[in-house]
Each structure stands twice: as structure tokens, then as C-alpha cells.
């Protein structure tokens, strides 16, 4: 089983930056997707971006330029890197490791974006 923590959130201005981290336990060898989600409130959960074991990447197009996701092998974490945020990109972000061989998804617990104008 596989267990996820975030952290990184905040409140932050319009034009300024956040990293989020997202720090996988238990039964990591078998995930081979790793991924961010963020839901605003009254809308439904969407893909910001993923990062796959032969680190291809993908991304929203509204994230495009701004954000980046990495990781860290060795730490088991990846990274949302988010630059030149805008108040539209307000919401709570869940990191998310897929198990495609089991077909399973974990959540992270979410951590809070606030971007003010």
C-alpha cells in the first residue's frame, strides 16, 4: 500500500511561486505515474500534471510554461514547481501516485493554493 503526504501550500500574491512536495511510502516500486490534481471550489477535480518512471512529462494547457513537475528518486518525492501564478489558479492540489499494473490511484490529504490579485 502506498502512502502519499504533501505539503507546500500557501497564500500567495498574483506573479509569485509555490512549490508543493509530495512524499511516497510504503509500497512505492510498484507506481509508475506520478501526478497533480487541484480542484476549486464548485468545480471538479482536474489534471495539472504528470510525471511517468521514464520521466515524460505532460500538462494542463492552462499550466503550460508556468508549472513543473519533477522528482526525486532517492527522496520518493515529486514536485510541483508553480511559477507566475494567477488567482484562477486557486484551489486544493492532490498529489497522486497510479498503480497501473493493479489499476489503483492514491490521494494525497490536499494542500490549499490561494493565489490573491
Known amino acids: 500500500q502506498v502512502q502519499l503526504a504533501e505539503s507546500g501550500g500557501g497564500l500567495v500574491q498574483a506573479g509569485g511561486s509555490l512549490r508543493l512536495s509530495c512524499a511516497a511510502s510504503?509500497?512505492?516500486?510498484?507506481?509508475?505515474?506520478m501526478g497533480w490534481y487541484r480542484q476549486a471550489p464548485g468545480k471538479q477535480r482536474e489534471l495539472v500534471a504528470r510525471?511517468?518512471?521514464?520521466?515524460?512529462?505532460n500538462y494542463a494547457d492552462s499550466v503550460k510554461g508556468r508549472f513543473t513537475i519533477s522528482k526525486d528518486n532517492a527522496k520518493n518525492t515529486w514536485y510541483l514547481q508553480m511559477n507566475s501564478l494567477k488567482p484562477e489558479d486557486t484551489a486544493v492540489y492532490y498529489c497522486?501516485?497510479?498503480?497501473?499494473?493493479?489499476?489503483?490511484?492514491?490521494w494525497g490529504q490536499g494542500t490549499q493554493v490561494t493565489v490573491s490579485s
Open positions: 497522486a501516485a497510479r498503480e497501473s499494473l493493479i489499476a489503483t490511484t492514491t
Open positions: 510504503g509500497s512505492i516500486s510498484s507506481i509508475n505515474v
Open positions: 510525471i511517468f518512471n521514464a520521466d515524460s512529462t
